[in-house]
């Protein structure tokens, strides 16, 4: 027959074995890459002057969720309120700053895949600057920067043939 103390030896011996066990498994479940990670496809876009550009953002993963289960926020530095908000399964733009009121599209249709690139119509010199664009899901949550820069557009030029001289002309 066992002794007290030995009992208690032996009881704390397999509790130490469980309890390891458990911190083991939920580090692994922790590492396991079942989270995503906030990329950008061009962190250094240039959007001509009254052209759209595409700030590209998207959460890396290999699987679908809801839309509803995910939170996209795009925030540009300096600026008070937000450039964009969709939370809770639908564009949140209460808080949106003013200067981007009507000039700005997330394509919800492709967010299930982890897509949240933002559109912005009509470039101004003032949009240039930096912007972060933050997802939250239960697959992963990140953040990317992009700075987007701003550029004027030239116009094309046209070549014209007269009386066997060529001419550039501006439109």
């Not at 479940?29 to 550009?53: C, E, K, M, Y």
């Not at 004027?152 to 007269?162: D, F, I, M, N, Q």
Request: overall charge positive.
């Amino acid at each position: 027959m066992a002794s007290l103390g030995q009992i208690i030896f032996y009881t704390m011996i397999i509790l130490i074995v469980i309890f390891a066990a458990f911190i083991i498994l939920i580090l692994a479940l922790a590492f396991s890459g079942v989270g995503g990670r906030v990329q950008s496809t061009n962190t250094s876009p240039i959007g001509n002057l009254s052209d759209d550009v595409l700030l590209s953002c998207y959460l890396n993963t290999n699987h679908q969720r809801a839309v509803n289960d995910i939170s996209v926020t795009w925030k540009k530095a300096n600026l008070a309120g937000l450039v964009y908000k969709y939370e809770n399964g639908a564009p949140d733009l209460t808080d949106q700053n003013s200067q981007f009121k009507g000039r700005t599209l997330l394509f919800l249709d492709k967010l299930m895949t982890g897509n949240a690139s933002l559109l912005l119509k009509g470039v101004r010199n003032s949009d240039r600057g930096e912007y972060t664009c933050s997802i939250s899901c239960s697959e992963g949550a990140g953040k990317v920067n992009i700075y987007l820069r701003t550029a004027g557009a030239s116009p094309p030029a046209t070549e014209r043939c007269e009386n066997g001289k060529i001419s550039q002309m501006h439109a």
